[in-house]
């Protein structure tokens, strides 16, 4: 094994930096400078400075990039800015109707749109400027060792623009490729995670290593992953070229490969709602939760509520509520049947409310106390977790997030007894490509399932 070079001592105390850190404050300070002398629109120039930031975000221009090139994004940061003056100036003519305070506020964006342009020109070629004297690089470690990744590492020794270091190669058979001391193998696959850790590794590069999708998928969804930038190059790479935000490296295009964002603000905002929603949800349904429990009381007795173990986010164990359909026969009965859709023990009411997923109305209680979210996988019994999880590789990795009380799975028609492989790929793919406003479409789709009476 051989050791790589481990950095310069303002590469290593200059890790956590990020490109955002400087280009967004820049935009905003840019766009928002010529309030100063305009004063009269200082609130509609720092309400377009913060709507155009929010549209760069949203464009994915704060995201990592490797090749930085200020004429690349000149259309999208021209298109986005454009928007955000246009949304304001529509209130401006709103508030004033004047059209000549109108076209002063006009002249003062193009002036800010002018200034945010020249400052991301300097900030791009600082970023170069910066990277190519090795003062900002991160560790980076290349799967694979065929052609791709050879010239891979050629290419970040040569052109220290890019931002990264060379670390080494990490391949599955350490005797599969033939490669010289000035490509070092340092590690196998299997021990990734400790050659990772010994390199200081940011950045994973998975270049042509021979190595099955159903191999490396684990890898990549595992939460010691999370801590690295994660890139691959494509492997149609002529055809990469038509993303709408191309990268490459030298002539090798790359894509930063998009995981789950589970912490960090937008996390925050989603619980935040979970309980805000879930809280006002319980106040505002109580008379039909009151009538619902009446009449499950009047068919079947005393007990209006089922309480049952669940597996939650990850593999805890939880009681969840509900109100009590039909009476089993013992624990062991609810515990492993599958599917009581067509059991004789379900009376009117028990129909009735199956149907409508008025049942379910209890799991607002398991959500404000945070054994749930609105929207997430389903969560299941300890039995069926584990002859799932047995059966089928993913079904595990749904446990990443909390489990909801409806999920993308559900409203795509994967209730009762459709395919469990099914429902672990629309649930794997939910928590890959979480967002808020995903969060928004599954409650939307949700409620129009209620009203059409989808339920069980």
Same mark, same amino acid.
């Given at each position: ?28 300070? #840019? ?24 549209? *760069? #975000?949203?464009?994915?221009?704060? $995201? #990592? ?7 690349? +994004?000149?259309?999208?940061?021209? $298109?986005?800015?454009?928007?955000? $003056? @246009? ?51 991160? =560790? ?53 995670? /400790? ?48 993303? =709408? =935000? ?84 013992? /624990?062991? /009965? ?8 067509? +059991? ?26 945070? +054994? ?11 039995? *069926? ?10 079904? @595990? ?26 429902? @672990? ?9 979480? =967002?808020?406003?995903?969060? #928004? ?6 409620? @129009? ?5 989808? $339920?069980?």
């Amino acid at each position: 094994m051989v050791l790589p070079y481990l950095g310069s001592s303002t590469a290593r105390r200059t890790r956590a930096l990020r490109v955002w850190m400087l280009s967004l404050p820049v935009d905003f300070a #840019a766009f928002a400078l010529p309030a100063i002398h305009f004063q009269q629109h200082w609130k509609s120039i720092v309400v377009a400075a913060g709507l155009t930031v929010l549209l *760069f #975000a949203v464009g994915g221009l704060y $995201g #990592a990039r490797r090749h930085l090139s200020f004429l690349d +994004d000149l259309p999208m940061l021209l $298109g986005r800015m454009l928007v955000a $003056g @246009a949304l304001v100036a529509i209130v401006v003519a709103m508030r004033h109707g004047s059209p000549d305070n109108l076209a002063s506020y006009l002249r003062v964006i193009a002036v800010s749109s002018t200034l945010v342009l020249l400052g991301r020109a300097v900030n791009y070629a600082s970023v170069r400027l910066a990277r190519r004297r090795r003062w900002v690089e991160h =560790s980076a470690i290349i799967l694979g060792g065929g052609p791709v990744a050879i010239e891979l590492a050629r290419l970040l020794r040569r052109y220290p623009q890019y931002g990264l270091r060379f670390a080494g190669f990490v391949d599955v058979d350490t005797t599969a490729h033939e490669l010289q001391e000035s490509t070092p193998l340092i590690g196998r696959f299997d021990d990734l995670d /400790e050659v990772a850790r010994m390199v200081d590794c940011d950045v994973i590069i998975i270049a042509d290593i021979d190595c099955p999708e159903s191999r490396l998928l684990p890898v990549v969804r595992s939460t010691s992953a999370a801590g690295y930038d994660l890139w691959m190059v494509p492997r149609l790479r002529e055809f990469s070229a038509q993303s =709408s =935000s191309p990268d490459h490296i030298g002539a090798i295009p790359v894509v930063r490969v998009r995981r789950p964002t589970l912490s960090g603000v937008k996390w925050l905002v989603k619980r935040a709602s979970d309980i805000a929603l879930s809280g006002l949800a319980l106040l505002v349904l109580s008379p039909i939760l009151l009538i619902t429990a009446i009449a499950v009381r009047l068919e079947g007795g005393p007990g209006i509520f089922f309480r049952q173990q669940r597996i939650g986010q990850f593999g805890r164990p939880f009681q969840l509520v509900k109100f009590r359909s039909m009476r089993p026969v013992n /624990e062991a /009965e609810s515990q492993t049947n599958w599917n009581i859709a067509g +059991d004789k023990r379900v009376g009117p009411v028990g129909k009735i409310i199956r149907r409508t997923s008025l049942d379910e109305l209890p799991q607002l209680w398991n959500i404000l106390r945070g +054994d749930m979210t609105i929207v997430g996988p389903r969560p299941e019994r300890p039995y *069926f977790v584990d002859q799932f999880s047995a059966e089928h590789p993913d079904y @595990a990795m749904r446990h990443r997030v909390p489990v909801g009380l409806t999920g993308l799975a559900q409203v795509s028609g994967l209730r009762g007894d459709t395919p469990i492989s099914d429902r @672990a790929r629309f649930d794997n793919y939910y928590i890959e490509n979480w =967002s808020i406003w995903l969060d #928004a479409k599954v409650v939307l789709r949700t409620v @129009a399932e209620v009203f059409r009476g989808g $339920g069980r």
